[in-house]
């Protein structure tokens, strides 16, 4: 199927844009377009665990405000304004470069897919968990990422249904908000996040109602009408309502469970390993929307039931029922370790057999010889 895209975004179109056509000209044409994609993902993970060294448990920002230094702060901003523009020139050097690929075209939206979960909780380092004066509970924490990545997901979800992927407005604004708070807190110290600025509101409070506000009343339902727009015009690329819902029950049953493990969790698993269980959802949602965003691509009927909810589901039983009782945390740390190990495989799998089948290089534009 053909790529489209729509991006209405005035701040993308008329601001970065421009930025984004002046940096294309410096990357030499012999730069395979997945390698700007797969550097951009890179630094994101790199700058995640720099500051998942300083701030394992989301603490530092609100105990001891120095204990991440300034430079990991400023690394923060520089790395995300790169991820944020080589994901931004990948397509655009994928055409000037007449190496646009569907392996492409999967490699970028499913990285964009795990990258999604990462910025979000790198930015929490940035507010700081709850304790008792400032930031913002994990609770919170887990409800902000799941919002975010609903977003993703009705993109997705629209485009496997209208065949077009309509650019979310949230995109280029979440990743200018991104650098400008990595800078502030650079320039400042976290402390301007702990004081109220606003009719005794904190920032922080600011950010998460935008975003529940631009998901809720901006993002779903522009979904929504494009779903309903394609339908009238008899466009939809699924005939019958079971096949227009159908990538939505695995995501949604998983957010059932996730959610599920986190109230009823007898060792409170999200207070004492906030990180490591975000991470956890973070992985699983990655792999589920990759099956979506391939069978998308591919015209396929994704499966009911994504494979990740069976040993989920048994993880949480398990720990619901008090089979696991001390063992909670480990178990969690062995279940995400598995995941994380099962969704590289999977990610790599995917990457050879698509690089073999169109017979090209993944981090080259070499052709590949026939046998």
């Known amino acids: 199927s053909q790529y489209s895209a729509v991006d ?19 990357v030499p044409l012999w730069i395979a377009p997945n390698l700007l994609t797969f550097s951009g993902f890179v630094m994101i993970l790199v700058n995640y665990f720099l500051i998942s060294f300083y701030d394992w448990d989301y603490t530092a920002s609100g105990t001891s405000p120095g204990l991440v230094p300034t430079w990991v702060w ?24 007449q190496s646009s690929t569907p392996l492409g075209e999967l490699f970028d939206h499913g990285l964009d897919s795990w990258a999604t979960s990462i910025f979000v909780l790198s930015f929490f380092s940035v507010c700081s968990r709850d304790n008792g004066k400032t930031g913002v509970s994990v609770y919170t924490m887990y409800i902000y990422l799941s919002i975010v990545l ?39 110290g976290v402390e301007v996040w702990q004081k109220p600025f606003l009719f005794g509101y904190y920032i922080t409070d600011a950010l998460v109602i935008l975003l529940i506000g631009f998901s809720l009343f901006l993002s779903f339902p522009q979904t929504l009408y494009n779903i309903h727009r394609a339908h009238l015009k008899k466009t939809l690329k699924n005939d019958s309502l ?24 007898p060792s409170n698993i999200l207070e004492k390993q906030p990180r490591l269980f975000l991470w956890m959802v973070g992985v699983t949602f990655s792999n ?17 039931l994504h494979w ?25 740390a062995t279940f995400t370790a598995l995941l994380t190990a099962a969704h590289l495989h999977y990610g790599v799998c995917v990457g050879m057999q698509l690089s073999e089948h169109l017979n090209i290089y993944i981090f080259s534009l070499k052709k590949r010889v026939q046998e």
């Open 242 to 265: 079971y096949e227009v819902l159908l990538p939505l029950v695995s995501p949604l049953l998983l957010f059932v469970l996730l959610t599920v493990w986190v109230v009823f969790s």
């Open 150 to 188: 609903f977003n993703f997901m009705c993109s997705h979800w629209e485009k496997y249904n209208t065949g077009v992927l309509f650019l979310p407005w949230g995109y280029d604004i979440s990743q200018v908000v991104l650098i400008t708070a990595y800078l502030l807190t650079g320039a400042v």
């Open 8 to 26: 209405t975004n005035p701040l993308s179109v008329y601001i970065m844009q421009p930025i984004w056509n002046k940096i294309i000209k410096i």
């Open 288 to 304: 589920v929307i990759c099956k979506v965003i391939i069978c998308q691509m591919s015209s396929t009927r994704p499966e009911l």
């Open 74 to 97: 400023l690394f923060s901003a520089f790395t995300t304004f790169c991820a944020y523009a080589l994901d931004s020139i990948d397509g655009k050097h994928a055409r000037r470069t």
């Open 308 to 332: 990740f909810l069976f040993p989920l589901a048994l993880v949480v039983y398990a720990a619901l029922s008090g089979l696991l009782g001390w063992a909670e945390e480990a178990a969690l």
